[in-house]
């Protein structure tokens, strides 16, 4: 039962151009959504969060928007930069626990 | 503003054998995960402390890992007997309290049981 899904395993951008990131989720319970980037031999580390009672949180170059109706949330990142290539988790959490439900992740990679 | 430590970095076992890992989350963070990465999936919670005692362990498999956090501070995680389909990577996490979602992840240690 994958309660937060990321479908698309991996992305490719290049340099300067948008890059979105989407994850759906099925619990209608949930109520706060994170982003993290994951870089190779490193441990996932926190880049954005959205409450449910926003539609749009932005961070400098990242933007997430969360579209409760559709259970959809989306990572903008404007422009990109090959700094950003890394794997990138969704998560969700809210109703009965507080505990953190992760997608599967993308990976995304920025090229020149 | 120290990270999560954990360690080892690396663990390389037979199956059968029993391994355990170590992780000291960020001062002061009251809750403690223990979060199995299995390759291309994403992180799935084993177990949450809150100070030395466990919120939620439904997703632990009791019969061969058992975790604890002694003092309110360190955490082991073990596991005995490891099977095959434990290979994976083990990150703990820390945050302020329950409350607060965003968690601080440690490198992980990643096992590969042969």
């Known amino acids: 039962d994958q309660q937060v899904k990321q479908n698309s395993p991996s992305l490719s951008v290049q340099e300067g151009r948008i890059s979105i990131l989407n994850c759906d989720y099925t619990n209608s319970m949930f109520d706060y959504f994170l982003w993290y980037k994951k870089y190779p031999a490193e441990g996932p580390t926190f880049l954005i969060s959205?409450?449910?009672?926003?539609d749009k949180n932005e961070d400098g170059r990242f933007t997430v928007f969360l579209n409760k109706s559709a259970k959809h949330l989306s990572l903008h990142i404007v422009p990109s930069q090959p700094g950003d290539s890394a794997v990138y988790f969704c998560?969700?959490?809210?109703?009965?626990?507080?505990?953190?439900?992760f997608g599967t992740g993308t990976r995304l990679q920025v090229f020149p | 503003e120290a990270g999560v430590a954990q360690s080892p970095r690396y663990k390389i076992i037979e199956k059968r054998q029993s391994v355990a890992f170590w992780c000291n989350p960020i001062?002061?963070?009251?809750?403690l995960y223990w979060y199995q990465q299995i390759l291309g999936q994403g992180p799935k919670l084993l177990i949450q402390f809150q100070n030395n005692g466990v919120v939620d362990d439904s997703q632990l498999p009791k019969d061969r890992f058992s975790a604890e956090r002694l003092k309110g501070v360190d955490s082991t995680l073990k596991i005995q007997p490891a099977k095959l389909e434990d290979s994976a990577v083990y990150l703990c996490?820390?945050?302020?309290?329950?409350?607060?979602?965003?968690?601080?992840f440690g490198p992980g240690t990643r096992l590969t049981v042969l």
């Open positions: 998560a969700a959490s809210g109703g009965n626990t507080d505990k953190l439900i």
């Open positions: 959205i409450s449910s009672i926003k």
């Open positions: 001062s002061g963070h009251a809750t």
């Open positions: 996490a820390s945050s302020l309290d329950r409350e607060s979602a965003r968690e601080y």
